[in-house]
């Protein structure tokens, strides 16, 4: 897959469908790989039409790595917010949605449909508040606000996406059972992913790529963020909140305050799923995001 330069750093990205479709931005989560982006996803979209834009966040994947600034400090970064302060991070999540804008730019595209997950839906909404002119609609799943007021991650879920990884280039199998239980812990109960297709995604990232300290200076900027409620309530483009009523990494009132944060947004919860994007409910996934898309032609 090809490389660009965008907002100055080297992003690996992918393009896909029909040339002359309505661009869809997909933004990935925290330590996620474009390939998260399964090809069922991206194929139920561009046989609907859209041509879909994905890419690899800094630090994560094949794109451009800040290993200038090491492993961030996190317990200095949560000693300043509660002190008021703000805090010392190599960048911001401000800076990741002018990555994705950079991208739209470098390809020429006047404006997407900006959809994100999890992390890539904080990206998202700040690409449709910093940069309206690019976002034709805005689709969050699994994300939240950072309204501190919002329930936290179950304790057994946030211990699941940060516990220490096992290098797969040390022992590969134990590698594998342990993102396999991380993933037994935050999936959906009511769609679940055969292990077969887990094991084989988790095999496939190793060997794409393997950078943990990327994921920690991702976290660090997910912390820094703060609450985006002020921005999220100045957002105009058409906008759809999905959001999973079995999550327990980001629970169901994440999406909620998400959707009454931003004005007009919908709001549609989906009983039994959890934090991923199961096959299961991919075409279901897929109208929400033509919603967007169709309320976007209308306000045109």
């Keep these: 897959m090809p490389q660009i330069i965008a907002n100055g750093i080297p992003l690996e990205y992918a393009v896909y469908g029909p040339e002359k479709g309505e661009a869809v931005l997909l933004i990935m989560g925290f330590g996620a790989q474009m390939t998260r982006?399964?090809?069922?996803?991206?194929?139920?979209?561009?046989?609907?039409?859209?041509?879909?834009?994905?890419?690899?966040?800094r630090d994560v994947g094949l794109s451009h790595r800040f290993e200038e600034h090491g492993e961030p400090d996190m317990t200095a970064i949560y000693t300043a917010l509660m002190s008021g302060q703000t805090p010392d991070v190599p960048y911001h999540l401000a800076d990741m949605a002018r990555d994705?804008?950079?991208?739209?730019?470098?390809?020429?595209?006047?404006?997407a449909h900006v959809v994100g997950a999890s992390m890539g839906g904080m990206i998202a909404q700040l690409v449709a508040a910093n940069h309206p002119e690019k976002t034709a609609s805005l689709v969050s799943i699994m994300s939240t606000t950072g309204n501190p007021a919002v329930p936290p991650a179950k304790p057994e879920a946030m211990a699941a996406l940060t516990k220490p990884g096992v290098d797969p280039a040390v022992d590969m199998d134990k590698h594998v059972w342990s993102g396999l239980e991380s993933h037994k812990v935050i999936g959906s109960p009511g769609y679940p992913t055969p292990d077969e297709i887990l094991i084989e995604r988790i095999r496939a990232d190793a060997r794409r790529a393997y950078y943990p300290v990327g994921r920690a200076r991702q976290m660090a900027a997910v912390v820094a963020c703060g609450d985006r409620r002020p921005l999220l309530a100045a957002i105009t483009?058409?906008?759809?909140v999905i959001h999973g009523e079995a999550d327990p990494l980001v629970p169901v009132e994440g999406?909620?305050?998400?959707?009454?944060?931003?004005?007009?947004?919908?709001?549609?919860?989906?009983?039994?799923?959890?934090h991923d994007l199961p096959h299961q409910l991919i075409p279901r996934i897929a109208d929400l995001i033509e919603r967007a898309t169709a309320r976007a032609r209308e306000s045109a």
């Design 37 to 57: 982006w399964s090809p069922q996803f991206i194929r139920e979209l561009t046989n609907r039409g859209y041509r879909v834009i994905v890419h690899d966040n």
């Design 255 to 274: 999406g909620r305050d998400t959707a009454a944060s931003i004005p007009g947004a919908e709001l549609h919860t989906i009983p039994g799923m959890g």
């Design 237 to 240: 483009a058409p906008t759809v």
């Design 100 to 111: 994705s804008v950079g991208l739209l730019e470098v390809l020429g595209v006047e404006r």
